[in-house]
């Protein structure tokens, strides 16, 4: 991930927080809890915690990262959990979870990386474990707003996806920004499963 996209999340936290923390996200959160075979979540990525302190509210166990120094520190507070400091690369795991929620977090990196990222979230899985992410819908790469974007299209993502043979397309689906004012802005959202091949 570049540094003027963390250098983005570091100055600008509590507006960030402000405006995700009370979105009600339960549809897309409970899509991907009822696919989970176990208890293990990493929330890779996470932002202000709303994802990790919902999925713990539910009774599941979770772990979360995120590659902000203040979102780590404000996330830790509102969760009650210590939220790592950890770039995406560094994941160095083996079958530790059986899902990995990235919402709205990977779309940050190039995909030279996304691919490298992808086989470490693969191997961090439990055999049929899951990922939950989401892109910006559309085919721009760049920066935009101080931060830098890989937007996919279902056609793109199948196309890059499947050269990571770790991994498949369980489920997808398209839905509108859900932050207020946004409503127009498309997402991909995608779960993905590790295969044992």
């Given at each position: 991930?570049?540094?003027?996209?963390?250098?983005?999340?570091?100055?600008?936290?509590?507006?960030?927080?402000?405006?995700?923390?009370?979105?009600?996200?339960?549809?897309?959160?409970?899509?991907?809890?009822?696919?989970?075979?176990?208890?293990?979540?990493?929330?890779f990525g996470c932002g202000s915690g709303r994802d990790t302190k919902y999925f713990l509210e539910k009774g599941f166990e979770v772990a979360a990262i995120d590659g902000s120094v203040e979102?780590?520190?404000?996330?830790?507070?509102?969760?009650?959990?210590?939220?790592?400091?950890?770039?995406?690369?560094?994941?160095?795991?083996?079958?530790?979870?059986?899902?990995?929620?990235?919402?709205?977090?990977?779309?940050?990196?190039?995909?030279?990386?996304?691919?490298?990222?992808?086989?470490?979230?693969?191997?961090?899985?439990?055999?049929?474990?899951?990922?939950?992410?989401?892109?910006?819908?559309?085919?721009?790469?760049?920066?935009?707003?101080?931060?830098?974007?890989?937007?996919?299209?279902?056609?793109?993502?199948?196309?890059?996806?499947?050269?990571?043979?770790?991994?498949?397309?369980?489920?997808?689906?398209?839905?509108?920004?859900?932050?207020?004012?946004?409503?127009?802005?498309?997402?991909?959202?995608?779960?993905?499963?590790?295969?044992?091949?």
């Amino acid at each position: 991930m570049t540094d003027t996209t963390l250098n983005y999340y570091n100055n600008n936290a509590e507006a960030f927080i402000q405006g995700t923390i009370s979105v009600d996200f339960s549809a897309t959160q409970d899509r991907f809890l009822r696919l989970l075979s176990g208890k293990k979540i990493l929330d890779f990525g996470c932002g202000s915690g709303r994802d990790t302190k919902y999925f713990l509210e539910k009774g599941f166990e979770v772990a979360a990262i995120d590659g902000s120094v203040e979102l780590c520190k404000a996330a830790s507070l509102y969760t009650g959990i210590e939220v790592k400091h950890m770039l995406f690369l560094d994941l160095d795991e083996s079958a530790a979870y059986d899902g990995i929620w990235a919402c709205s977090s990977i779309l940050h990196l190039p995909k030279s990386e996304l691919k490298e990222v992808f086989l470490k979230m693969s191997e961090a899985l439990v055999p049929d474990g899951i990922i939950y992410t989401s892109f910006k819908y559309g085919t721009f790469e760049g920066d935009r707003n101080g931060r830098y974007f890989t937007d996919f299209t279902t056609e793109t993502f199948a196309s890059f996806i499947k050269d990571i043979k770790e991994l498949v397309i369980k489920d997808q689906w398209i839905t509108g920004d859900v932050r207020p004012g946004r409503e127009d802005e498309k997402w991909l959202n995608l779960i993905l499963q590790k295969t044992n091949s």
